[in-house]
């Protein structure tokens, strides 16, 4: 059974930083992209950011670029955001998600963390 649990989210004002966190267990994440997805209200999900199983490689929405960063510990099995310079257009639930390296869509998802920027 394969879990991926966020945490992290929060109520922070415009202008503030959050980091959101996911522990993958369940089995060995050898080899899988990891990424983060949001949610907001009325709005379909989007992808936000994706890391390589290596590290090395990362990818962003341009909506986040410079002020979002995606990491990793692969020993530990995490997944990291890091939000900072929020805005309210930032509110959404975010999820994490995981791949394998050879699959176009993600075939694991977490429950989400809600995060709410106010103005």
């Known amino acids: 059974q394969v879990q991926l649990v966020e945490s992290g989210g929060g109520l922070v004002q415009a202008g503030g930083s959050l980091r959101l966190s996911c522990a993958a267990s369940?089995?060995?994440?050898?080899?899988?992209?990891m990424g983060w997805f949001r949610e907001a209200p009325g709005k379909e999900r989007e992808f936000v950011a994706a890391i390589s199983w290596s590290g090395g490689g990362t990818n962003y929405a341009d909506s986040v670029k410079g002020r979002f960063t995606i990491s990793r510990d692969r020993a530990k099995n995490m997944v990291y955001l890091e939000m900072v310079s929020l805005k309210p257009e930032d509110t959404a639930v975010y999820s994490c998600a995981a791949k394998t390296v050879y699959s176009i869509n993600y075939q694991y998802w977490g429950q989400g963390t809600r995060v709410t920027v106010s103005s």
């Open positions: 369940g089995r060995a994440f050898y080899g899988y992209t």
